[in-house]
């Protein structure tokens, strides 16, 4: 079984910040707030020890370093935190702080075995293409084009693959995205555009992907998924994909201004 610390350093370079900067064992990413992920500190893990710090009165003076971090950069302070013993001292002054939860998530992965097959009709390439990204931010984007252009980057950071899937009429229906990183796959970017819904395009852009990193020698997958979206889940464990872990992302409460009554 992969080791926790080394899934979430494959997840940390398959979706990279524009910007990071490491604080002591945390990292602070921040990039234009395109996405939670690249906008969140990883209080990363190192094998064998806690993520984050284990001292309370060392966590809270962390934790006022890393918001006035975010502050000059006019972003929320939001942890990626991972839901196991690990990260209990950091929960603990996070819930006193009165920190929210927000877009639980699942991690899954599998081996190379018993792989589906894969489908001639979705089309692979390395970049992604205008149509690619149509899709995709058509689903999971939030903003105009300044924000594409930032998820862009983001996307075209480490070697990958790209998988689209057109109706009988041509018109694409479903995309994926496989990040290529340190001898893993992760799968990203899994979106199908709600007139193509329930029709299969989603399992042959996953099947594709996983057959074009199994063609690359990779020695597994992982992919994630949000806990509410039980449809997406059904099918990646059709897929073979078992659950692994899951985190959540806290995020500093709101401070509001003083009302003029």
Known sequence: MV???TIESLMDKAW???EREAAGEWVLRASDGVTQRANSVWPRSVQGHESGLSAEGGLEAAIRSASQWYRKRRLPLIFQVFEDSRSAALN???DGQRFTRQSETRIMVRGVDGLPPGSPDVEISHRPSEEWLEVWWSV???GGAAELSVAHKILTACPSLYALVRNDDG???AVGRLALVDGWGGI???????AHRRRG???KVLACLLEGGAEKGLEGFWLLVTAANSAAQSLYAQAGFSEYGSYVYRQAPLKRAP???
């Open 201 to 203: 395009y989603g399992a």
């Open 171 to 173: 018109v694409p229906a």
């Open 259 to 261: 009302g003029g009554c």
């Open 188 to 194: 990203y970017s899994m979106a199908t555009s709600a």
């Open 140 to 142: 999971d984007g939030r």
């Open 3 to 5: 080791e926790q610390a």
């Open 92 to 94: 603990s002054v996070l």
């Open 16 to 18: 990279p910040a524009l």
